[in-house]
């Protein structure tokens, strides 16, 4: 018992339990992301029985995993067992639901079917330094495999889609256009900041830039969100070819993936690229300058041990010193959704 202020706490070792059994709940809802059952459940509620025949499971642990999906806040449930009816939370619904415009699912499978097994030999990542995906079996870098896979890099777009598109929404409309005209996503992958950024500023015209495989992807989602006339999907390789000449110029989720050296050179590039007055916007989940509470944001650096050879995230303090060595002078920050945010540099 601790006493504080003339009350007494009890000290319980449940927060203990609870991440360090964390994996538990993490696999039941990426079983169930993989599944499609929340998709499966968006026409309405069903039986268990009709959930196990639709998804081909078996009676035993049926209750269990249904009812688990309940208690930790991701099903509701009319009834008991035989005569339950579970169906989803407005968030599964949302989110969750293939059909949805909102669905993040795609981020799950890619956690379940890569990132689940990788971050088993987290401890070796910590010894080592080395990476712990395909690159530790003597494949190739995580970009070069994911490329070289027209399955694998569809899961991978959809999975980044399904990540930022919250941050991405928010920045179309927080960030101020209104001065400027032209914009370039650089890496930018199936196109979904640019489509944004033109759907909420119809005055602003863009460019996706980003390796040649991906451009039919990119083209495909744009012409689905009826904006392919605004923005262009432009091929090239951003650490050898010049970035495109824009006014303003973002990178959603770049920066990390590299070392200090090559972030620098990005920042650098990207500054060459501006015209006077123009602005660099990094959308990551930038760690707070303290490191104490962007508890995603330190996670998500360490999953850059995990995935490649010397990616990281970093503060706004790291990223402000590295813009004005580049040369710029002003720099501001803009929360977004969740545990993103952008940092501004103005050249």
């Not at 990094?282 to 944001?297: H, Y």
Request: aromatic share 10%; with cysteine; charged share 20%.
């Amino acid at each position: 018992m601790v006493a504080t202020d003339n009350k007494t706490t009890a000290v319980t070792p449940a927060k203990i339990l609870e991440t360090g059994l964390a994996f538990f709940s993490s696999k039941v809802l990426l079983t169930a992301a993989k599944l499609d059952m929340f998709t499966l459940l968006a026409d309405g509620g069903k039986s268990a029985n009709e959930i196990a025949t639709a998804l081909g499971l078996q009676q035993r642990g049926l209750y269990d995993f249904l009812d688990a999906l309940v208690s930790l806040g991701f099903l509701n449930r009319d009834g008991l067992k035989e005569q339950a009816l579970y169906s989803n939370t407005t968030e599964t619904g949302m989110f969750l639901n293939r059909k949805h415009p909102a669905y993040i699912g795609g981020l799950l499978e890619m956690a379940n079917n890569r990132l689940f097994g990788f971050w088993n030999d987290f401890e070796e990542a910590l010894r080592t330094g080395k990476p712990q995906n395909e690159l530790k079996g003597g494949g190739e870098p995580v970009f070069a495999t994911l490329y070289a896979d027209e399955q694998k890099l569809e899961e991978f777009v959809a999975a980044m889609a399904g990540s930022q598109a919250g941050s991405f929404m928010a920045f179309a409309k927080k960030f101020d256009f209104s001065p400027y005209s032209t914009h370039c996503d650089i890496g930018g992958s199936g196109g979904h900041l640019s489509a944004h950024i033109v759907k909420n500023n119809p005055h602003m015209h863009s460019i996706t830039f980003d390796l040649p495989p991906v451009a039919p992807v990119a083209q495909r989602n744009l012409y689905a969100m009826d904006v392919d006339d605004k923005v262009e999907v432009v091929s090239g390789d951003f650490f050898t070819d010049p970035f495109p000449v824009a006014e303003v110029i973002t990178m959603g989720n770049i920066l990390h993936d590299w070392d200090l050296p090559t972030k620098k050179l990005l920042i650098k590039k990207a500054y060459d690229a501006l015209p006077k007055g123009g602005a660099l916007a990094v959308i990551e989940n930038i760690i707070d300058d303290e490191r104490r509470q962007n508890t995603f944001g330190l996670l998500i650096s360490l999953n850059m041990l995990i995935e490649t050879e010397g990616g990281f995230d970093y503060t706004a303090a790291d990223f402000t010193e590295w813009a004005r060595e580049a040369g710029f002078t002003n720099i501001q920050v803009i929360p977004l959704a969740g545990p993103s945010s952008a940092i501004i540099a103005y050249k």
